[in-house]
């Protein structure tokens, strides 16, 4: 009777994981897209368009022409970010186009707008070239506060990301590297507190070597993880000194340098014996990762199954296994480890100081907001994280990297923790009450 009970259990959770495509099928048609351009200025009559188009605009040109940096003061620059992909790793799915990848970047223009009260427009480009994207991202940079690279293949995004970072004077993010490193390792921070390990003592597996997995072994070990105690494993194996294939890889022949201490030479499961933590950032499974390896895993095991929309090996299955703490990127399954919670707030923080850059010691106090917000509301084994519906998470967050910012010395506007605070919660409030306002008086319909 009792395996019957679970029998049904995992089809009821089959069932809520497949629901979210379904209804998405159904959405999407029904709203032709997810994010417009509506006006931010009032309207009083026809006579304001003299104010905000000419011949009042000529004024406010002219004093941008003068002090370039009026450009902030006078236009929505400040608060406007480009999301830029050319659809050859999205998602899961891999390289499926630019139009293919527009729902995703519209997606993620929504997430910007109704979480961190920030403006972002998708834009995807019909070209691979990596030198030609870098070249038009800088050539947009005069209308935009920031860029977030999405879903762009490996190994090209890291050297877009250097380059563009080395060149613009605006923040440049890839978030599939610096957005999911940043919430994998405020999960982490968490998880090893629930379980009473210490992160420079851990070993650490990291399934799958792509951008994101990369990024996040690399900010694991800048805030304390032992490069020796790391083992990244990719298609072909586990990454060591002996991997010659992939001596004209930069980033991950480095890591093949760095970590894997005792040089164990094999697959997954092989790395996984005796490791503390699985941190996976893989290809789509739910099979991919076995029962019998995590059970291989020390007591009291920490799995991060983050790949999108299916997870590497389904949470309930880990758990069965012996895992202690299990996250994956989905949000209607419990733990969502996800950069959703990172880049909105994030951005925030970075925008309202008017940072150059974003670092990644700004990266490690967003992680540290996000994972003290969660402590602060009681975290538990199936609450390490905040979840997406608790707003005040992206205004800390926005407060912890702006004020990060301003001592590293990268910010143009030098604003108090009180006035950082106060910016945030203008922006995120006023965004969520115009969904609000909208749904209300059936501008937005409800389906």
């Not at 490193?181 to 070597?209: E, R, Y």
């Not at 298609?235 to 005792?262: F, V």
């Amino acid at each position: 009777m009792a395996n019957e009970t679970k029998k049904h259990t995992k089809e009821e959770l089959l069932a809520k994981a497949n629901k979210p495509a379904e209804d998405s099928m159904k959405l999407h048609p029904f709203y032709k897209g997810k994010v417009e351009v509506t006006p931010k200025s009032c309207i009083r009559n026809i006579d304001d368009f003299a104010i905000w188009y000419t011949p009042g605009v000529a004024a406010v040109c002219k004093d941008i022409h003068k002090n370039p940096e009026k450009v902030y003061e006078h236009t929505n620059k400040g608060n406007m970010v480009a999301v830029v992909s050319d659809g050859t790793r999205v998602l899961g799915l891999g390289d499926i186009g630019p139009e293919a990848g527009l729902p995703v970047m519209e997606g993620k223009g929504l997430l910007f707008k109704y979480l961190g009260g920030v403006d972002a427009f998708p834009i995807c480009l019909d070209t691979k070239d990596p030198k030609e994207i870098v070249r038009i991202v800088q050539c947009l940079a005069p209308s935009f506060g920031g860029i977030n690279l999405e879903d762009i293949a490996q190994p090209k995004c890291f050297d877009i990301l250097d380059d563009l970072r080395a060149t613009m004077k605006i923040p440049v993010w890839h978030d599939d590297q610096q957005g999911t490193a940043t919430v994998c390792l405020a999960g982490l921070i968490n998880s090893l507190k629930i379980v009473g390990k210490k992160i420079q003592d851990v070993k650490i597996v990291l399934f799958g070597a792509g951008a994101a997995n990369i990024r996040i072994g690399t900010l694991y070990m800048h805030y304390g993880a032992k490069p020796e105690n790391l083992i990244f494993v990719d298609s072909k194996g586990t990454l060591h000194k002996g991997r010659a294939d992939l001596q004209s890889h930069r980033e991950k022949w480095h890591m093949c340098q760095i970590t894997n201490g005792r040089q164990i030479a094999g697959k997954l499961e092989d790395a996984l014996k005796g490791a503390d933590v699985l941190s996976a950032a893989s290809t789509c499974g739910p099979d991919l990762i076995k029962k019998e390896w995590i059970a291989s895993m020390n007591k009291d095991s920490i799995c991060f199954l983050t790949a999108n929309p299916i997870p590497e090996m389904w949470p309930w299955d880990a758990k069965e296994a012996g895992a202690r703490v299990v996250a994956t990127g989905r949000s209607d399954f419990e733990n969502q480890v996800n950069n959703s919670l990172g880049f909105p707030g994030i951005f925030r923080g970075a925008l309202d100081v008017q940072a150059k850059t974003i670092t990644d010691e700004m990266c490690v106090a967003a992680a540290e907001a996000l994972a003290g917000y969660a402590e602060r509301k009681g975290m538990s084994e199936t609450y390490i994280l905040p979840h997406m519906d608790e707003p005040d998470v992206f205004i800390d967050e926005a407060v912890a990297v702006g004020l990060k910012a301003i001592e590293q010395g990268i910010a143009r506007k030098k604003l108090t923790e009180k006035e950082l605070r106060a910016s945030a919660e203008f922006y995120i409030r006023r965004a969520q009450k115009d969904v609000e306002v909208r749904q209300k008086n059936g501008i937005v319909k409800l389906p």
